[in-house]
């Protein structure tokens, strides 16, 4: 019986309005037109500078996704993301699964990770939030209410670290792509099964589609405030 109160309260409830603010978030980019490439897990050394040196030369615009650790362990990458004009969003410090820890851990890693990357920031705009693997629990759905996190999702997985080629990875967006997606792919690796060039192909290949297309990309922040 405590067990399902706790499930329900815990677990179930903030399941539920994550939804919804979900729901709302995809909805605001698709009115706005605009779509998105995100990257999380990062900064990596492996793939980072590669996915950099893509986007700078296609001339175009993402949104990266640190964890709070990585960013520690590379600050010269984290420069290098916001120097040559990228955005920068909070992930957490390390990553903690919401559903699967108490209360006190999953919102000490939220409030680690939040002022980590915020040293690294140049914007006073509010920072953009992305919850580990989507999930939030009671404690951390009160957490991001009360700190005023601007949630951000996704609505494009190609889930890039278990492809073992960056064509699947490139033809499964460029599929789905249209105005309103917010293409989540990986940077960062966490100890998953698939080579980091998997993900830096599929960026090359989609770029060049997106180019193809006469498509433009934004930051996520300027895809859910309008002004690109
Ligand atoms: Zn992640």
């Not at 603010?21 to 990596?44: E, H, M, Q, V």
């Not at 993402?62 to 004009?85: C, M, Q, S, W």
């Not at 409030?111 to 951390?140: C, D, M, Q, V």
């Not at 792509?177 to 990986?186: A, T």
């Amino acid at each position: 019986m405590l067990a399902i109160i706790y499930i329900n309260i815990y677990i179930l409830i903030p399941w539920l309005v994550t939804g919804l603010i979900r729901k709302r978030f995809s909805s605001i980019i698709k009115r706005n037109g605009c779509i998105c490439l995100t990257f999380d897990d990062g900064p990596d050394p492996g793939s980072t500078p590669q996915i950099l040196e893509l986007l700078n030369t296609a001339g175009t615009k993402a949104t990266f996704f640190l964890l709070g650790e990585n960013a520690e362990k590379y600050p010269d990458i984290v420069r290098k993301i916001v120097d040559t004009g990228h955005e920068i969003g909070d992930h957490s410090y390390r990553h903690t699964h919401a559903w699967k820890c108490n209360p006190f851990q999953s919102v000490v890693d939220l409030i680690r990770g939040g002022r980590t990357i915020e040293k690294y920031r140049k914007s006073k705009e509010p920072i953009l939030f992305r919850p580990p693997y989507g999930k939030l629990n009671l404690a951390t759905l009160m957490y991001t209410f009360f700190a005023r996190k601007r949630m951000a999702f996704w609505n494009v997985d190609p889930k890039d670290y278990q492809q073992h080629s960056g064509k699947i990875v490139a033809d499964y967006v460029i599929e789905r792509i249209s105005r309103g997606s917010v293409i989540l792919l990986h940077d960062g690796r966490r100890n998953m099964a698939s080579s980091p060039d998997v993900t830096v192909s599929g960026v090359r290949l989609i770029l060049e589609a997106v180019i193809g297309k006469g498509l433009t990309l934004n930051t996520l922040s300027e895809a859910i405030t309008g002004n690109s």
